[in-house]
């Protein structure tokens, strides 16, 4: 590369995909013995949300060599390192293996010259799609000889395709010298439809001549994690279990709350709506069950939410349907202030649609 490298300043991020495969014993154990492995991963994850940002994608169904991925952002490889070891170490782990791993950082691109979005390229923050693409990426080495200028041009038309497709967002993270590959690409989006259309376009631009490898491809999809480890083998009835002092995880102080307002926080990587209705609180899934509307953009009323996308009306208490096209209840979870805080227990049995 001919190149200098461009200033880099600023905190990067670490950035670690973990592809988890389970083994089919685990499906055999009885379902107590299973309770227990899926309890105690989701108590790690949860111990180490303080140092990464972790999130839980299913891939039952999409693939047949990996069953989950645990995507993890931080600032330590030590973090990512432990996090593993520590799964390793529950009643699951000696169920588990890891066919792909994938490890990265963020940095600015070559190619983006706006400051701005420079900027944005150093920290990364996962939004609400249900979905995620993952892949490795890795370019010929022609492409790195070739002038920077001709490069830009082509990176240009790259960037043009990719500006059509805006309900698909790209993170683009680096891995010379980290790993195998040289960048992992993942597509965060709500319409696989136009994720299949951009990647089809993009087949066309003058880049894709220079792609060397850009397999396996991951489909994933968003759950909290503890969906995420009852898609393995069914459902679960860990709703009915028991509150422990461990689940509780404080969220926020309670004045990033005032009363009327709602916020989305993460609860061993499920996606939950905390809402303050005249100083009481309530925590439900984000995603409405219908079509997945997000309720944290929904209109509050007394007690209610209505879903932005298409106006069901859920009760926050018992997240019971009670109106509009969702069949399903919302799960809800336990929630308490403490000292100021605003701690998050484990989700609740969900109540029986009516
Ligand atoms: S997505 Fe909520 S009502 Fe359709």
Redesign the pocket.
């Known amino acids: 590369m001919t190149d200098k490298p461009r200033d880099t300043k600023g905190r990067r991020q670490l950035v670690k995909f973990s592809f988890y495969r389970m083994d089919p014993g685990w499906r055999a154990l009885p379902e107590n013995e299973r309770e227990r492995g899926r309890r105690a991963v989701a108590d790690v994850v949860r111990a180490f949300s303080d140092r990464l940002q972790i999130r839980s994608y299913s891939l039952v169904g999409t693939r047949g060599d990996t069953d989950f991925l645990l995507w993890q952002i931080g600032d330590r490889l030590d973090d990512i390192q432990q996090l593993a070891g520590f799964i390793n170490g529950t009643a699951m782990g000696p169920y588990l293996t890891m066919p792909y791993s994938y490890l990265a950082m963020t940095r600015p691109s070559l190619y983006v010259s706006r400051e701005e979005a420079r900027a944005e390229r150093m920290q990364l923050h996962p939004g609400d799609s249900k979905y995620l693409f993952v892949y490795p990426f890795v370019k010929t080495r022609e492409w790195y000889q070739l002038p920077l200028g001709e490069r830009q041009s082509m990176m240009d038309e790259h960037i043009r395709i990719g500006r059509k497709y805006p309900s698909v967002k790209l993170n683009t993270t680096y891995s010379f010298g980290l790993d195998d590959q040289e960048f992992v690409v993942s597509f965060e989006t709500d319409e696989p439809a136009d994720f299949l259309d951009l990647v089809m376009e993009l087949r066309e631009a003058k880049t894709s001549l220079y792609t060397l490898r850009d397999t396996p491809i991951f489909s994933c999809v968003a759950m909290g994690l503890e969906d995420t480890l009852d898609s393995l083998a069914g459902t679960g009835e860990r709703r009915n279990a028991p509150e422990t002092e461990a689940a509780w995880q404080k969220v926020g102080e309670v004045s990033d709350s005032p009363p009327g307002s709602s916020r989305v926080v993460y609860y061993a990587g499920d996606q939950v709506a905390i809402f303050n209705v005249g100083g009481d609180f309530y925590a439900v899934s984000n995603r409405?069950p219908?079509?997945?509307?997000l309720l944290a953009e929904g209109v509050i009323e007394a007690g209610f939410v209505i879903?932005p996308?298409?106006?069901?009306r859920f009760d926050l208490a018992s997240g019971r349907p009670l109106e509009?096209?969702?069949a399903r209840p919302l799960r809800t979870y336990s929630v308490r202030v403490e000292q100021n805080g605003v701690l998050l227990g484990r989700p609740r049995a969900e109540p029986q649609p009516t």
């Open positions: 409405c219908h079509a997945n509307g879903c996308s298409h106006g069901s509009g096209p969702a």
